[in-house]
T-cell receptor, first 115, second 113 residues
């Protein structure tokens, strides 16, 4: 049973297109995240949702719009794709709360290539 | 502002030898520190964390890390490296539970037979 799953695993598209990446977790976590890993393997958080509420919104172009329909899902929609958006996008989840371990569990990643 | 530094892009060790992957951090207040490992074409896997208490933390796959407050370091160690330990290792810091993780730039560990 996959704990954090992402679809698609690979996404190749043309500049200017709009695309979405989906994430689902079956761990019962209440917090979900999107990270971007660039070609140098540098990882940076983009967004975080807790109980469907946006709690972290880093300096990300507004072409990126996350949506959390429920606690188990966090999707990422990207408008007007640019070459610089090419990266691996990771979804993660964790439990929040003072008494909970807050290590994050990561999905397998979505490799986005913009041509 | 929070930051994490991993001073070595790459660490090479022979199988059976001890390994150390270095990490230093900068954060106001008490830090929460983490190590994650990324195998090729995979997501990150949690190895261990320091929240409070004993400075020596033990984690998965025989790894351990030592929190040193005076040196603001959290080095990852293993007494005897395995070829299968070869991967990309990330140190991360969070200032509070549920807060965002700030990752270091990663260290590529290569263990040769």
């Amino acid at each position: 049973d996959t704990a954090v799953s992402q679809t698609p695993k690979y996404l190749v598209t043309q500049m200017g297109n709009d695309k979405s990446i989906k994430c689902e977790q079956n761990l019962g976590h209440d917090t979900m995240y999107w990270y971007k890993q660039d070609s140098k393997k540098f990882l940076k958080i983009m967004f975080s949702y807790n109980n469907k509420e946006l709690i972290i919104n880093e300096t990300v172009p507004n072409r990126f719009s996350p949506k959390s329909p429920d606690k188990a899902h966090l999707n990422l929609h990207i408008n007007s794709l640019e070459l610089g958006d090419s990266a691996v996008y990771f979804c993660a989840s964790s439990l929040s709360g003072r008494s909970a371990y807050n290590e994050q569990f990561f999905g397998p990643g979505t490799r986005l290539t913009v041509l | 502002a929070q930051s994490v530094a991993q001073p070595e892009d790459q660490v090479k060790v022979a199988e059976g030898n001890p390994l150390t992957v270095k990490c230093t951090y900068s954060v106001s207040g008490n830090p929460y520190l983490f190590w994650y490992v990324q195998y090729p074409n995979r997501g990150l896997q949690f190895l261990l964390k320091y929240i409070t208490g004993d400075n020596l933390v033990k984690g998965s796959y025989g790894f351990e890390a030592e929190f040193n407050k005076s040196q603001t370091s959290f080095h990852l160690k293993k007494p005897s490296a395995l070829v299968s330990d070869s991967a990309l290792y990330f140190c991360a810091v969070s200032r509070r539970q549920g807060g965002k993780l700030i990752f270091g730039q990663g260290t590529e560990l290569s263990v040769k037979p």
